[in-house]
């Protein structure tokens, strides 16, 4: 498992230029989470991507992103479940502080993992 921090974010706080534009959940067999991001020019170098889950409030990070990676003030990325791996629950991908993960700079809607979407 994981390693989890208690989160007790506000959302949104000041949103510094980094902002969640789409999202997928793809659940089923091989499940992993699509995500598209827009920054500005002073938006920081690297943040993660993390799963927030919503009932007890815990934090697993899933990846380390580089923010301009992709140039046009915008970017995009994949990842598995193997952050929450046995942990099914209510979460939200949340793009966080590289260096604080309660400050966060936006978050998906919420959606459901069920035991059934992961791999074992």
Do not use: C, Q
């Not at 989890?4 to 999202?23: A, C, F, M, Q, W």
């Not at 580089?66 to 915008?74: A, E, L, N, P, V």
């Not at 979460?91 to 978050?107: C, F, M, N, T």
């Amino acid at each position: 498992m994981a390693p989890t921090v208690p989160s007790e974010s506000n959302v949104k706080r000041g949103n510094d230029g980094i902002s969640l534009t789409k999202y997928e959940y793809k659940p089923g067999k091989h499940s992993y989470v699509k995500y598209w991001w827009s920054y500005k020019d002073k938006s920081p170098e690297k943040f993660l991507i993390v799963f927030f889950e919503v009932r007890y409030k815990y934090v697993y990070v899933a990846k380390k992103e580089w923010t301009k990676k992709y140039g046009d003030y915008k970017g995009h990325g994949k990842t598995d479940l193997d952050a929450i791996r046995g942990e099914p629950g209510k979460y939200v991908i949340r793009i966080v502080s590289y260096d604080d993960h309660d400050y966060v700079y936006d978050e998906s809607k919420p959606f459901w993992v069920k035991e059934k979407d992961y791999d074992y």
